[in-house]
């Protein structure tokens, strides 16, 4: 019975930890514009995730609503750039 109320508390608190992390946050509390700051945009953020057909607003993964690729807010973090080709 001990090993099911301990399993039972894990599982419970993976779900709320689970929870916790998917919720995303207002426009308003990340200063979210929908014009770009300088060079950094939504669209250059390793958070933003682009539409199904690629036009138009998608989404973020921390911040909630529709979100314009070229918008831009407090927490932007620039998606690493890709290494140099290679010659050869």
């Known amino acids: 019975m001990k090993r099911r109320v301990i399993l ?9 930890g689970t929870a916790a992390a998917q919720a995303k946050v207002k426009k308003s509390q990340v200063r979210y514009q929908t014009s770009p700051r300088g060079e950094e945009r939504c669209g250059l953020c390793i958070q933003y995730i682009p539409s199904a057909s690629g036009q138009g607003p998608g989404t973020c993964k921390i ?3 529709s979100i314009s ?19 050869g």
């Open 69 to 87: 690729p070229a918008g831009w807010c407090a927490e932007f973090e620039a998606k690493p750039k890709p290494p140099p080709k290679k010659k």
């Open 8 to 16: 039972l508390g894990l599982v419970g608190a993976s779900l709320v």
């Open 63 to 65: 911040v909630a609503g």
